[in-house]
């Protein structure tokens, strides 16, 4: 396992068409988290997964976006009617309790897949 | 909800400076500080994690410091090097008490070191 891999690395679409990311955590993580950042910008939570129930969304997670983990392993992110503004890099990470640092929740980040909307 | 701002936005200096990377954060009641690095168009790498109850940690030129009282983090990186360059990245967790609910971002310092 080489940690986090995300798919695909870039993708341009026109504006109201649909897209799908997917991210393969590591695999003895439970924990798996999807963010979004733009330019100049520092990561952005927008949801976060336990095994495959989805326990979080951020309010930036509007009714367009889609993100599921039915078996509890990898995760997709589909954005929905793509507009200008969703043009992003949608970053995932995955975690589990750090037991040498007193249970601290330390993730690992993919490398991201990058969203342009033309 | 926390908020974390990163003090400077970006820095240029040359080759060799020992310089010093600001971070604050408004909820002082926190379970750990983490800084991050990213190079361009790439994900983040950990640098360093420091636990509430720590002051500091140190990996090679790295330094992190953490003072919770008052809501501060620096990281001191030692004889800079043009590898250094990237955007640096404060985190902490979104809630007091830590837990699995995700991370807070500064925006970041963007680093610049001249050869």
């Known amino acids: 396992d080489t940690g986090v891999s995300q798919n695909p690395r870039h993708k341009i679409t026109k504006r109201g068409q649909n897209v799908t990311f997917r991210c393969d955590p590591i695999s003895e993580h439970n924990r798996l988290y999807w963010y979004r950042q733009t330019l100049g910008q520092g990561p952005e939570f927008l949801t976060y997964?336990?095994?495959?129930?989805?326990?979080?969304k951020s309010r930036l997670l509007s009714d367009r976006f889609s993100a599921e983990r039915p078996k509890g392993s990898f995760s997709t992110l589909e954005i929905q009617r793509t507009e200008q503004g969703d043009s992003a890099m949608y970053l995932c990470?995955?975690?589990?309790?750090?037991?040498?640092?007193?249970?601290?929740?330390?993730?690992?980040f993919g490398a991201g897949s990058r969203l342009t909307v033309l | 909800k926390q908020e974390v701002t990163q003090i400077p936005a970006a820095l240029s200096v040359p080759e060799g400076e020992n310089l010093v990377l600001n971070c604050s954060f408004t909820?002082?009641?926190?379970?750990?500080l983490q800084w991050f690095r990213q190079d361009p168009g790439k994900g983040l790498t950990s640098l360093l994690l420091i636990q509430s109850s720590q002051r500091e940690q140190t990996s090679g030129r790295l330094n992190a410091s953490l003072d919770k009282s008052s809501g501060r983090s620096t990281l001191y990186i030692a004889a800079s090097q043009p590898g250094d360059s990237a955007t640096y990245l404060c985190t902490v967790p979104m809630y007091s008490g830590g837990g699995a609910d995700g991370l807070t971002f500064g925006k970041g310092t963007h680093l610049i070191i001249q050869p």
């Open positions: 909820d002082s009641a926190i379970y750990n």
């Open positions: 997964f336990q095994n495959e129930a989805q326990l979080e």
């Open positions: 990470a995955s975690s589990s309790r750090d037991r040498e640092n007193s249970g601290a929740n330390v993730l690992t």
